[in-house]
């Protein structure tokens, strides 16, 4: 927060952040909304959802575009200027008389290639990021966007749900495009002032290798920071378990209403994602300070040891222990994350650092679907309690492992020392 306060620049960086999301938000409530009133909408809103997710599978691949970018800020402008002007079409085709698939399927069209466009403005950003507001304020920066996005997220649900009954389809697609002019300027605004304060050399740092000598270099540097690379797979599988524990307690609850539904079963689950999106927020914003010198191993740890105990709770099937134990497990899983990034900061060299954030990101997008898939597949064939006890022991190994890495990493420390 202090960061937010004192530092003009990543103000308007986060400011513009903020304004995109909650056009981002808005808009796709609108177009589910109007895909579910198609008569195949179930493959509407399958297609939908693929098309948001294409993007952050392929975030290696814009980080390694965005580290050969010399004039970052300027095509950040660029790019904010392109999804204005993509938004604009879309409200234009929502006001004329196209309608039913084949308006559906020319916004989603539209839509990937602006979340495209994003997730290489994404890259863009983090090493001018790290500029800003150096090194040693990383995590606290990226934990506060983190968190404010989090909440900002589930906010703008309940408003767009709202908005959408007196505002058309175009009109919020129109809204959109208009957060993206916003930020676009403030980026520029930024930018301007970011070429006065700073060194020309600062500013045109790039990556000249090719693609898969880029991620092999940024394998190599991660894999050197003792330790870094095992607890970047850690959280991986601890973010893919958080992921499939959301659908398994549905399914618990579903099975034993008497106990374990507070009110009705709808408020039951929107309360459980609300406590998540919670504590995911209030690690990002206030973990990163609480627990700064707190180990990236030990909040690892914890955050095994958490999991354990809530699919516990899932199997004596008491919502009232869940709930708060769901709640600290979510708190330090945001306490990781703008940890790690830190870490991967100071580990990294900074002309292939979106390459390699690129890189671990994809491989924490990618677990979730993973290991939910696999668990709700063993749910569906052997029961939800065969797949909470094999979630369990998979946590249990996860521990192990963390603490193999732990007191082998602290061995070599030692010997070396002497």
Do not use: H
Not at 21 to 44: E, Q
Not at 88 to 93: K, N, R
Not at 327 to 340: D, E, H, Q, R, Y
Request: proline share 2%.
């Amino acid at each position: 927060m202090d960061i937010f306060i004192k530092n003009k620049d990543y103000r308007k960086f986060t400011i513009a952040s903020f304004l995109s999301g909650v056009g981002n938000i808005l808009f796709y409530l609108a177009l589910i909304t109007y895909a579910s009133k198609l008569r195949n909408y179930a493959l509407a809103i399958s297609l939908i959802s693929i098309s948001e997710s294409v993007p952050q599978i392929f975030q290696v691949l814009s980080g390694y575009l965005a580290d050969r970018t010399k004039n970052k800020f300027k095509l950040m402008v660029w790019l904010a200027v392109i999804r204005f002007g993509l938004y604009l079409i879309v409200g234009l085709l929502f006001a004329s008389g196209f309608a039913g698939w084949n308006l559906v399927l020319a916004v989603i069209g539209i839509n990937l290639v602006s979340d495209i466009a994003g997730s290489y403005s994404g890259g863009l950003q983090m090493p001018l990021i790290v500029n800003i507001v150096g090194n040693d304020e990383v995590a606290e920066a990226e934990g506060f966007v983190s968190g404010i996005n989090g909440i900002i997220n589930m906010i703008a649900q309940f408003i767009g749900s709202g908005l959408l009954l007196f505002m058309s389809y175009s009109s919020l697609a129109i809204f959109n495009a208009l957060t993206f002019l916003a930020a676009g300027v403030l980026f520029a605004s930024v930018g301007r002032n970011y070429y006065k304060t700073r060194p020309q050399e600062e500013t045109t740092s790039v990556n000249e290798e090719g693609f898969f000598k880029t991620i092999a270099l940024s394998f190599k540097q991660v894999k050197k920071a003792k330790g870094l690379l095992s607890v970047v797979l850690v959280i991986a599988l601890l973010n893919g378990v958080l992921g499939t524990i959301e659908p398994l307690i549905s399914i618990v609850i579903a099975g034993n209403k008497s106990s374990m539904v507070i009110g009705t079963y709808s408020f039951t689950i929107a309360l459980i994602g609300a406590v998540m999106t919670a504590g995911m927020a209030l690690g990002s914003i206030v973990g990163t300070k609480l627990f700064k010198k707190m180990s990236l191993f030990t909040i690892a740890i914890i955050s095994t040891v958490l999991s354990i105990a809530v699919i516990g709770t899932m199997l004596i099937k008491n919502i009232f222990i869940c709930l708060p134990i769901m709640a600290s497990l979510a708190v330090f899983i945001g306490t990781a994350s703008p940890k790690l990034t830190q870490w991967l900061v100071e580990a990294v060299d900074q002309n292939i650092l979106s390459s390699t954030m690129g890189m671990l990101n994809t491989i924490l997008v990618v677990t979730v679907p993973v290991v939910t898939t696999i668990f709700t597949t063993i749910t569906a064939s052997l029961g939800i309690t065969i797949a909470l006890t094999l979630l369990c022991v998979t946590c249990l190994i996860v521990l192990v492992t963390i603490v193999k890495v732990v007191y082998s990493t602290n061995k070599k420390e030692a010997v070396n020392a002497a």
